[in-house]
């Protein structure tokens, strides 16, 4: 009986919890205003250190194999990081070969593009706070420098990394034109860009319906996102600039990527020392993303959000 009631309690605990995340989550909007806005989160999220503590040295998804399986969380986002360089073909570059991680946040994915691959690695991001934290955690044996950029206009010259890595960067990218012409410009002739997003389903092809358009509005507000571009319409986009040999190779990683959004939430439920380590504010700071983890679960698992996964070969002659 005693383990009967200890189990309604636990139940009604995360109701209670679930339901003042929502309320949080409705008084409190947010809307995308400018790159300040992204930077200023990214600065908060990372000088409280509650994303870090529960999301590790990746502010990404983890891949869990195809089909997905059972793996730890912060394990499935290093995973990630591997097959993207095997998916793009990355690992039959050679060690000393040059980098640059577009929207590197705090620098895991950089770290192990360097430690393991032997890469040199460039990594930027937007965030003043996020560079801070990057060099902190690399040991100065790993070759891994970062800096404040704007992937919008990059302060590289033309031609000047072998490959360009980006991971769901993109949705903070208000002109996705711009974006894809800064990526292929600043690769070297017959370099390799790869990136990892998330998606909007192509509603070129089946237009969004009410509901839908009020999930994808609910989406971009909460996370300082302008708009997500569709696979389809970003690969357009790479073609069009001009710079791309043959054409853009895409995936979708959906599958492989989606036990992250519920994993995520049960971070927070099993590692409870974290509301203690960060407070009440910490604690309601973290609960107020409950709603949107789950509106992207409802997202990437419907089809109306994809994972998508890009390829593309700088030309060897300028167009």
Same mark, same amino acid.
């Given at each position: $009986? ?99 991680? =577009?929207?590197? !946040? @705090?620098? !895991? ?11 040199? =690695?460039?990594?930027?991001? @937007? ?13 100065? %044996? ?5 800096? #404040? ?34 990526? $292929? ?6 370099? #390799?860009?790869? #990136? ?30 302008p708009a997500f571009a569709s696979i389809e319409g970003f690969s357009e986009l790479l073609t069009a600039t001009g710079l791309v040999e043959g054409e853009v190779i895409t995936a979708d990683w959906t599958q492989e990527t989606l036990p ?18 960060? !407070? ?8 107020? %993303? ?5 509106? $992207? ?10 994972? !998508? ?11």
């Amino acid at each position: $009986m005693g383990g009967l009631f200890s189990g309604l309690g636990l139940i009604v605990g995360l109701i209670g919890l679930i339901a003042i995340a929502i309320i949080v989550y409705l008084f409190t909007a947010r809307r995308y205003q400018s790159s300040d806005t992204v930077a200023s989160s990214y600065d908060q999220w990372t000088e409280d250190g509650i994303l870090e503590y529960y999301w590790g040295e990746h502010i990404h998804l983890g891949h869990y194999g195809s089909p997905p399986r059972k793996k730890d969380f912060l394990v499935a986002k290093s995973d990630f990081v591997h097959e993207m360089v095997r998916w793009g073909g990355l690992d039959k570059f050679p060690p000393g070969t040059t980098v640059l991680d =577009v929207g590197c !946040g @705090i620098g !895991g994915s950089s770290r192990i593009l360097a430690r393991d691959y032997g890469f040199v =690695v460039t990594g930027i991001t @937007i965030s003043p706070q996020q560079v801070k934290r990057a060099i902190e955690l690399t040991p100065q %044996e790993v070759s891994a420098n970062f800096l #404040v950029d704007d992937a919008m206009a990059l302060s590289f010259p033309d031609e000047s990394f072998d490959i360009v890595w980006s991971i769901e960067a993109g949705p903070h990218m208000p002109d996705k034109m711009v974006f894809a012409k800064e990526l $292929m410009r600043v690769l070297k002739p017959g370099g #390799v860009l790869v #990136v990892a997003d998330w998606n909007q389903r192509d509603d070129r092809q089946i237009p969004l319906n009410f509901w839908e358009k009020i999930v994808m509005q609910q989406l971009l507000d909460q996370w300082s996102h302008p708009a997500f571009a569709s696979i389809e319409g970003f690969s357009e986009l790479l073609t069009a600039t001009g710079l791309v040999e043959g054409e853009v190779i895409t995936a979708d990683w959906t599958q492989e990527t989606l036990p992250s959004w519920l994993g995520s939430i049960w971070e927070g439920i099993v590692r409870p020392q974290g509301w203690i380590r960060f !407070g009440l504010p910490g604690l309601i700071k973290s609960l107020r %993303e409950v709603p949107t983890l789950l509106l $992207m679960r409802l997202a990437f698992g419907t089809g109306l959000c994809r994972f !998508g996964m890009f390829r593309a070969v700088r030309s060897k002659s300028s167009v």
